[in-house]
């Protein structure tokens, strides 16, 4: 069997080893690093240091279902009920939707570049990465609109959509 079995408990992981039964616990969160990137933070319930782990730094088979609760979070977060329910109801594939909900955001900077419009896109900039999909060129087509327009605080944007700065 497997040296560690693993119990999910909220935000609480538990690990219990298979030969001794000892348990050990962990309090585990997803979050942003510095706005962009998607970060496991692990922290033992032992007062020991705890981790960040990028999701590259996370084995294959543990990515994974990493990849599956960011992507339901950021659905659920971003997508507008309509989008959300297109995806829902099998009415249309999630990669369409996300690719069209990325152009839809974008363009939308054109007239507000405040701190949630701009986490918007980066939202679906994740979301596309989670999916393996690019960035679509009708993404980037309306943020050089944006951009040529005279925006100048959209550098964290820019760079997740393949821009340099």
Do not use: C, N
């Not at 990137?37 to 007062?47: E, H, M, N, T």
């Not at 896109?121 to 960035?135: C, H, P, Q, R, T």
């Amino acid at each position: 069997g497997a040296a560690y079995s693993a119990k999910r408990a909220g935000d609480r992981l538990t690990l219990t080893h298979g030969r001794t039964g000892r348990e050990e616990q962990y309090e585990v969160s997803l979050e942003r690093d510095g706005g962009s990137r998607l970060v496991a933070r692990v922290i033992p319930r032992d007062g020991a240091p705890g981790a960040r782990l990028l999701l590259s730094d996370l084995p294959e088979r543990y990515r994974s279902p990493v990849k599956r609760v960011w992507r339901e979070e950021l659905v659920r977060r971003s997508m507008s009920p309509a989008e959300a329910g297109a995806v829902t109801r099998g009415d249309a594939p999630l990669e369409a939707v996300a690719r069209r909900a990325l152009v839809r955001a974008v363009a939308a900077l054109a007239s507000d570049q405040t701190p949630k419009a701009r986490a918007l896109v980066i939202d679906f900039v994740d979301l596309m990465d989670l999916l393996d999909e690019k960035i679509p060129f009708d993404a980037q087509t309306e943020f050089a609109k944006v951009k040529a327009a005279g925006s100048t605080e959209l550098v964290d944007v820019a760079r997740r959509l393949g821009f340099s700065t």
